[in-house]
């Protein structure tokens, strides 16, 4: 059994970010007390893996400011965090184990980019867009990505699977 693709890099804690992985210029030391590398950084994604424990949300609402603030990303801080809070409580709900996040700049900075975002979990079943009733509390997170980012998908792992989306970095 395999762990979604960055979690098999180390189990930690929600405060302590898993070093991001090679870069152009190889492995950085990650988010930390001075905060993640970025997008205007050669060190790579910033990634964390959370417990599967309820709090971890407000953990991942957390660490996706800071880190958008530190890239100079605020315009998208505010859209990402809602998403990766929809994204980290699906995790928490249908699956068991880990939640992995990760985020990267994709496209270059000087043609506007965007922001990716990864939210992996060990459940390998793909979650489905639905339409909810009007009473129902749940079932519109899938349909909040799908409306509002640049692009989103599913990808299969192992025996999990990683959900992502992209926001352009101008917001």
């Known amino acids: 059994m395999s762990n979604p693709p960055f979690l098999r890099h180390a189990a930690v804690t929600p405060l302590s970010p898993v070093p991001p992985l090679a870069g152009p210029s190889g492995p950085g030391p990650g988010p930390g007390p001075s905060g993640p590398s970025g997008p205007s950084g050669s060190s790579g994604p910033a990634e964390w893996s959370f417990p599967a424990d309820p709090g971890c ?23 990402a965090v809602l998403l990766v809070s929809e994204l980290v409580t699906n995790s928490l709900r249908y699956a068991s184990g880990p939640v992995g996040l990760r985020l990267h700049a994709v496209g ?6 965007a922001i990716r975002v990864e939210v992996s979990d060990t459940l390998p079943v793909p979650p489905r867009v639905r339409t909810a009733a009007p009473d129902e509390e749940g079932g519109r997170g899938l349909q909040l990505v799908a409306t509002v980012a640049l692009r989103w998908g599913i990808e299969r792992a192992g025996m999990g699977k990683t959900v992502w989306f992209e926001l352009g970095s101008a917001g």
């Open 57 to 79: 949300v407000r953990t991942a609402r957390a660490v996706v400011r800071d880190t958008l603030r530190t890239w100079h990303l605020d315009p998208v801080s505010d859209l």
């Open 108 to 113: 270059g900075s000087d043609a506007g980019g």
